[in-house]
């Protein structure tokens, strides 16, 4: 919904990764961000009290009847659990252990030992890691 000119911005701050899970639920649901806060809003203002459980209940505005609406829900709540498993499928426990220990561990050859052979070759030679 564009802006109307009688209309002002309302602005708060969110942790991004909150944020994105927000939108992410909303596309769930096929409705923008926006549309959902302008009509907590407004229901909050209409009924007297801001409920902070859950918002009041608004009138929805779309003509999609509740089967269809349920079904691309479930269709959209796979699809990004199916996204989820794609992405960590391939690492079980083991190789995240090794993966943690090459990162993190002192022994020779992990990625923290060569980082610091690294840096210190770079000391030597007048620099800084970080630059």
């Not at 209409?46 to 779309?62: C, L, M, N, W």
């Not at 943690?100 to 070759?121: H, I, P, Y």
Request: glycine share 6%; with cysteine; aromatic share 4%.
């Amino acid at each position: 919904m564009a802006k109307k000119p009688n209309e002002v911005h309302l602005t708060f701050c969110i942790d991004g990764v909150a944020r994105d899970q927000f939108q992410t639920l909303c596309k769930t649901y096929n409705v923008s961000a926006s549309t959902v806060l302008r009509e907590w809003v407004e229901g909050a203002l209409k009924s007297g009290s801001i409920d902070k459980e859950r918002a009041p209940e608004v009138a929805s505005t779309q003509t999609q009847s509740i089967s269809n609406t349920d079904k691309k829900v479930i269709e959209n709540i796979l699809s990004r659990l199916d996204e989820v498993e794609r992405n960590t499928a391939y690492l079980n426990d083991n190789q995240m252990q090794f993966i943690k220990e090459e990162v993190l561990g002192d022994a020779m050859g992990t990625l923290r030992n060569r980082m610091g052979v690294a840096e210190n070759q770079i000391q030597e030679l007048g620099g800084n890691i970080t630059r």
